[in-house]
């Protein structure tokens, strides 16, 4: 099914064919609407024996023997010329327009004579670059194995529709844009050693253009490895044809998270061409930035891009033809707004998605430039299109500096497990790679790597199902779809295990299970408890250091034993013996009693009437950090039916159990009913010497009513958009005073309302790692495993079905201490899930703390997502990385061998918010060459050894261990 009749079906179910937003969107002005019966003005301006003049177009119907025609404009005669019988299409020219003014047209031929009064416009002396793209939906309208093939089709469409244009006049020449590369990607792992020639030869050529992205992702639910990863592989097929990739382009997405501007500085990229949908579920955000280019400012503020949104986003070729109508429509647009620059660009993908090459815009391009002067039309590369203007007009566009938070990763709330297994594959490949450094390089296998995240990436890729997944969500074309891209996850998971232990076992060479390795991956010493399984430990309850010293340890009602690694070191491991001995208790121990879980650093109280956490409060300040008013509390249920917030309900009574009851864990194990569950079970947890709460909460999730009328009809779309939608969230609501909200995003933090772009989503916020709430003497840090979406302040994610009228959605985020881990919903009427069903887990910490530092939120939220690992003890391969970072501010993101196997990439992030300077050595004094790099991995320039990370930069070094 064509995108435009999927589009029409879902607009008509929800009235909105008609909507006056769509009507401006297409710029249609007085002009266009005319019902003149023969004369009609084109906004082109032609050059006529060197006299610059506007045309006329005139159709006159002549019936009978061949006579003389005479045509007026403003009664001066203009044409005139014999008609045989039959209708005539001809041009007559005025002198061009300075400001819009009416032209009378009248003419006589063989005794008969017409009159029209015209509107004549000024011509726009514009440059109208146009981009020819498919839009790369990986599924929705078909089976995704059937999309794959026809992508890698249009690329062979497209250079032979170039190669077949290549002696047309410069502009007119066919060029085809490579929207996104996961198409490329599979043409060059798949097709024939001559085809894949032909495209690198294609591409050389300029026949087609690489752009950086590798598919239309839902950036907010990146992390940040999984954010320069979207732009690595077009650093390597630029490679492989030797050109620059400085250009991307992002379609059907609205809003893109602030750290995307510093991965694409990573990866050499200067603008950035996005090309929302153009009327659903999208905010203001077409209103805000339709044709308003300005430049993207990193969080860094040492970064920026071009931005720029076209008129429709993508989807001008589904709703308009390119011919002498449209130059007009294009015109009245730019005068609409008043467009101040004269050089443009519109997208142009085809008819409907996964579209091939359209061929007729050749033509057309060729013919209206041999014809006129004005408007200029050139079929371009984003990348020239981009530099043209950039060079014109770069000079006068604004910087702004902020998110330009997403709408559509909501959808992933409605298949919430698949989302949990994405996040933890993501955070373990980065594990699995900075491990293979530090333990066993030769583990570590660029290849298998590339395609773990290959899997990662196509399930935050923003085709999720099919077009019918709400109004026919037991059709075997929606579940098809809906198992291929769930797939992803499972294999992202699969493939991210399975690496990690390549790594231990290439590592791993003592059999004595008495013998215990604790690896940190992170550029600080931590100290955590570690748990090793009851099969691994069965009899050995008693722990010692590598010092032989007894460290704390229990054995756990799960049959793990978990102990207290102290102080492994940063990018290193610690060593410990199992034994039969009695367990060694901690100094301090926690205790549990009455609901109250307290290890004299941290102290929180669980309500026996409801479960909900009621108190927080630290030794440090022993101010209860939960507000209790409204009857809301912490880790409180909540389940919303439609979008009534005032029909919210929560759980049922609750029965509590001490599950672990120290001395070195504690856990209160919850259990109750709860509407949308078969049940919930939440778990409190606390660990002596730690100074955080653990927050569990599996959720064994009812499915939700099925369409009682499948199919096609208007009962089944109605039922899409509006029926059976719910959504779960879990509140956070802490009594700070002034306390100020901040939200960890892939590669910067953000403030709501504060850090946000105009247009941005309000209604609810992806969140990466952490969200802190905190004024200057105390606040508390809230890490979220497992579930990306928060709401602010209230319940306001209540936006169902399709939602077209950008005046409905939430305009500000006032000041709160509140928030609500928005953790499933069924709200969309396609692509998402309709339901979803069976045990899920989400997972928090709490951590309180003195003043706000975001350093220190990151150090937590990091460790809590990648945690400590153990393994058999192991020989570190002495090829290793043995990096030493002197400054803790500095936050290592991921370290892995070269690619070319002769150096170490080593990302650094500056995440206290304030410039800092870092000594590098390694540890076993062997000289080191430290270069600044990139996502190629190339040697730039040359550093010392100290090396100065500003404040919110991701740097790239490459560094090199001389005498290796």
């Keep these: 099914m064509e995108r435009r009749k999927v589009i029409k079906g879902i607009a008509s179910a929800a009235g909105i064919i008609c909507a006056r937003p769509l009507t401006l969107a297409l710029g249609q002005d007085q002009t266009s609407l005319e019902k003149s019966s023969f004369a009609l003005p084109i906004r082109g301006m032609a050059n006529k024996g060197g006299r610059l003049v506007q045309p006329i177009q005139l159709t006159i119907a002549h019936a009978g023997t061949e006579a003389t025609l005479v045509v007026r404009a403003d009664h001066q005669e203009v044409e005139r010329r014999v008609l045989s019988s039959g209708t005539h299409t001809f041009n007559v020219y005025v002198d061009p327009a300075e400001t819009a003014r009416q032209v009378l047209i009248d003419y006589e031929i063989a005794g008969n004579s017409d009159s029209a009064e015209v509107r004549v416009e000024p011509v726009r ?27 890698m089709a249009n690329i062979s469409k497209g250079i032979e529709l170039a190669r077949n244009t290549a002696n047309y006049p410069p502009g007119a020449r066919f060029i085809w844009n490579l929207e996104v590369l996961w198409g490329a990607d599979l043409f060059m792992r798949t097709k024939t050693a001559p085809e894949r020639e032909e495209l690198m030869s294609a591409v050389k050529k300029g026949w087609v253009a690489i752009n950086g992205m590798y598919a239309n992702e839902l950036t907010g639910l990146c992390r940040p490895e999984e954010l320069l990863q979207l732009f690595r592989y077009s650093t390597e097929l630029g490679d492989q044809c030797g050109v620059r990739v400085d250009s991307a382009m992002i379609s059907d997405v609205p809003g893109y998270t602030w750290g995307t501007v510093s991965a694409m500085a990573q990866a050499g990229i200067r603008f950035f061409s996005a090309a929302p949908n153009y009327f659903d579920r999208i905010g203001t955000f077409m209103v805000e930035w339709q044709d308003k280019p300005f430049w993207w400012v990193s969080p860094s503020g040492h970064e920026r891009v071009l931005f720029w949104v076209p008129w429709t986003g993508y989807a001008m070729s589904h709703i308009m033809k390119l011919d002498t109508m449209w130059v007009n429509k294009y015109q009245a647009r730019l005068d609409e707004v008043g467009f101040p620059y004269q050089i443009s660009y519109v997208r142009w993908a085809g008819e409907g998605d996964n579209a091939p090459p ?22 371009s590369t984003t990348s020239d299109a981009f530099a043209a203007f950039e060079k014109q007009h770069g000079h006068q566009l604004p910087e702004l500096k902020g998110d330009l938070t997403s709408y559509w990763e909501d959808g992933a709330g409605s298949s919430a497990l698949e989302t949990r297994m994405n996040r933890r594959a993501s955070e373990r490949l980065t594990q699995a790679a900075t491990l293979s450094a530090i333990l066993a390089p030769p583990a570590y296998k660029k290849a298998d790597f590339d395609a773990a995240w290959r899997n990662v990436l196509l399930y935050s890729e923003h085709t999720w199902g099919a077009w019918n997944s709400v109004s026919d969500s037991e059709n075997h074309f929606v579940a098809q779809q809906w198992q291929v891209k769930r797939q992803f996850a499972v294999e992202a998971e699969n493939e991210s295990n399975r690496l990690l232990d390549e790594v231990l076992d290439a590592y791993g060479s003592d059999g004595d299970s008495s013998n215990v390795d604790v690896h940190n991956t992170c550029s600080w010493p931590r100290t955590e408890v570690v748990l090793i399984s009851k099969e691994r430990s069965l009899g050995k309850d008693h722990v010692k250091n590598e010092h032989g010293i007894s460290v704390p340890s229990q054995r756990l009602s799960t049959g793990e034993l978990a102990f207290i690694a102290e102080n492994v070191p940063a990018l290193g491991s610690a060593s410990f013996h199992l034994s039969a001995a009695a367990p060694h208790a901690p100094s301090v121990r926690v205790t549990v009693l009455d609901g109250v879980l307290d290890n004299g650093v941290v102290r929180a109280k669980v309500d026996s009437k409801n479960g909900n956490v009621v108190e927080l409060m630290s030794s440090r300040n022993m101010h209860n950090l939960v507000d209790t008013s409204s009857s809301e509390a912490v880790n409180k249920y909540l389940f919303l039916e439609g979008s009534d917030v005032s029909k919210v309900s929560t759980s049922g009574p609750v029965r509590i159990v001490i599950e672990e009851p120290g001395p070195l864990v504690a856990t209160i194990r919850i259990e109750s009913s709860a509407p949308g569950c078969l049940d919930l079970v939440r778990r409190v947890r606390l660990k002596a010497n730690m100074g955080w709460i653990e927050l569990s909460n599996t959720v064994n999730k009812k499915r939700a009513p099925l369409n009682p009328h499948p199919g096609k009809d208007a009962p089944a779309v109605e039922f899409a958009q509006h029926g059976s939608k719910e959504s779960m969230q879990f509140a956070f609501p802490f009594a700070i005073e002034n306390g100020q909200i901040h939200i960890d995003v892939p590669l910067a933090v953000m403030r709501p309302e504060i850090d946000q772009l105009p247009g941005s989503c309000k209604n609810w916020l992806p969140v990466g790692r952490w969200i802190d709430v905190a004024n200057a003497e105390y606040g508390v840090t809230c890490a979220t495993l497992d579930a990306p979406l928060v709401e602010i302040g209230y319940l306001s994610a209540t936006m169902l079905g399709s939602q077209t009228h950008p005046e409905i959605w939430r305009r500000h985020i006032g000041p709160t201490q509140k928030f609500y881990s928005w953790v499933m919903n069924n709200h969309w009427g396609t692509n998402y899930r309709a339901y979803q069903d069976g045990p899920i887990e989400f997972r928090y910490a709490l951590r309180p703390h003195g003043g706000y530092k975001p350093v220190d939120a990151s150090r937590f939220a990091i460790g809590m997502s990648q945690p400590l690992i153990a393994s058999a003890q192991g020989q570190r391969s002495r090829m290793a990385l043995k990096l030493r970072i002197d400054q803790e501010d500095i936050l290592l993101q991921e370290c892995k061998r070269s690619a070319d196997g002769s150096a170490w990439i080593v990302l650094l992030f500056g995440a206290a918010g304030e410039s800092r300077k870092a000594n590098l050595t390694w540890t076993d004094d062997t000289p080191i060459k430290v270069w600044r790099s990139d996502l190629r991995e190339r040697p730039l320039e040359q550093l010392g050894t100290q090396v100065e990370v500003p404040a919110w930069e991701l740097i790239t070094l490459r560094i090199e261990a001389l005498n290796t």
Excluded: M
């Design 125 to 151: 002396k514009v440059q109208i670059f146009i981009l020819p793209h498919s839009h790369h939906d990986l599924g929705f309208t078909d089976l995704q194995s059937n999309i794959e093939a026809k992508q």
């Design 358 to 379: 359209d061929p007729e815009i050749c033509e057309f391009v060729k013919q209206w430039n041999e014809e006129y002067e004005w408007p200029r039309l050139s079929i």
